[in-house]
């Protein structure tokens, strides 16, 4: 202990200043510290709380209608108890990391808006900078004829307002710094890389997804946890695993919490040439009492109506992250599932079996365990695909079980024994 002190009383004594200058900490993240709702006759009023000035873009999705607002990579400090409460145009708001140096705020509306005015206004009496958006309601047909009337072509397509100053108009405002070029209406992808190119590795790659992430929450369970973290813990730790095995090399579509389109997910693990693809859920329903593992595979038509809600409300994500789909084909949007091979269904469906056989040794099932429905994120052509629900967060001793490192391992192992016995089949077929 005297020497630690003897040392410290020296560097304190003898270090430059200017060196110990340097080991100042870094600027602290930007932070919205409150949002609030309000609503009048005449308008819905959105209202955030910042820590800094920072650039911001606005503008306004249809089909289904949503109100998006772009922000530097900003951290959401509003206490739980704080969040706002829907009303007025407003039902429904999400906040997260829609791609990297991008936080997104997304609102549900519920009717055809325009944007009434967006502005800033500066600290006074010691209230913080406040973005302020108001909605104004408007009939359908007022809101594509003003969108056809502007001058860029139409709903989020980009155009300038100082911070400050009050912006009138039906689809967009921006601060004067923009958060990058415009692309179509949003800010610039930045789109998972598969791994370099390197020396040829005959081992399987396993491409792990962990769904939802950054302002797409997916389930929320019983205890407030959210369906992303839980996905992205279980992708962790099994690509771990899978790593650990030496047998096989893993990658993951997202490291962090951060949002990824389906087809950016397909595309990644199409890039990476994968040999199988598992996404990971949680999933919940109405009655509490329901638990259970399942998997699910692609489909034309779905196994039963269940099944057919969850595909819905999973290729509902890129819809739920503010993304604009106006300028894709009906065949985007909706689900493509005559691209997928027969022969990869089949492959996909041979290991979803494999799957629940393995997993159904050390965890509970969902009775009618495999099951078969539309999901986008399954299209891929060519790489067999299952969707692995890891169980219910809307049943409160299953959802303690899935927060837990036990039951986590539990599954991690099960899914590595159904790996090893489809390749092992794989590798008989083929040499037969």
């Excluded at 932070?31 to 920072?54: D, H, K, N, P, W």
């Excluded at 800033?120 to 958006?133: A, E, F, H, Q, W």
């Excluded at 493509?336 to 079996?353: C, G, H, P, V």
């Amino acid at each position: 202990m005297k020497i630690r002190l003897g040392l410290l009383v020296f560097v304190c004594l003898f270090l430059p200043i200017g060196l110990l200058g340097g080991l100042a900490p870094a600027a602290a993240q930007p932070e919205v510290r409150a949002a609030r709702i309000g609503e009048t006759q005449e308008r819905t009023r959105f209202v955030l709380e910042l820590s800094e000035s920072v650039p911001y873009r606005v503008f306004t999705l249809p089909d289904p209608f949503r109100v998006v607002v772009d922000l530097p990579e900003m951290a959401w400090v509003v206490p739980e108890n704080r969040q706002p409460k829907v009303r007025g145009l407003i039902t429904g708001l999400r906040f997260g990391l829609f791609a990297p140096g991008t936080s997104r705020v997304v609102l549900d509306v519920s009717q055809p808006s325009h944007l009434q005015k967006v502005f800033v206004i500066p600290p006074s009496d010691g209230k913080p900078y406040r973005l302020v958006v108001d909605l104004k309601q408007v009939s359908r047909e007022q809101y594509f004829a003003a969108a056809g009337k502007a001058p860029t072509g139409g709903p989020g397509r980009t155009t300038g307002a100082a911070p400050g100053k009050r912006q009138s108009g039906p689809t967009v405002a921006t601060s004067r710094q923009p958060l990058g070029a415009p692309t179509a209406g949003l800010v610039p992808r930045l789109k998972p890389k598969p791994p370099s190119a390197k020396p040829v590795d005959a081992r399987p790659l396993i491409v792990v997804d962990p769904g939802h992430g950054g302002v797409d929450p997916g389930a929320i369970g019983v205890s407030g946890a959210y369906e992303k973290n839980i996905a992205l813990d279980y992708g962790r730790a099994l690509k771990r695993a899978l790593e650990a095995t030496g047998r096989y090399r893993a990658v993951l579509t997202r490291d962090r919490d951060v949002f990824l389109k389906l087809r950016e997910r397909i595309a990644f693990a199409q890039k990476a040439k994968g040999d199988l693809f598992i996404s990971l859920h949680a999933n919940i329903h109405r009655s509490g009492k329901i638990r259970g593992a399942s998997v699910y595979t692609l489909s034309e038509t779905a196994s039963d109506k269940e099944a057919a809600a969850i595909a819905a409300a999973e290729n509902a994500a890129d819809v739920l992250a503010g993304v604009d789909l106006t300028d894709q084909t009906g065949d985007v949007r909706d689900i493509l599932i005559d691209l997928a091979q027969r022969e990869t269904m089949n492959l996909s469906k041979k290991f979803a079996n494999d799957l629940v056989v393995e997993v159904g040794r050390d965890v509970k099932l969902l009775r009618n365990t495999h099951r078969f429905a539309g999901f986008a994120v399954l299209k891929s052509p060519t790489i067999p695909s299952v969707l692995f629900e890891i169980g219910y967060m809307s049943n409160r001793q299953e959802e303690r079980l899935l927060r837990g490192k036990a039951h986590r391992d539990k599954v991690v192992v099960s899914i590595i024994r159904a790996i090893d016995g489809f390749f092992r089949k794989q590798n008989t077929a083929n040499r037969s």
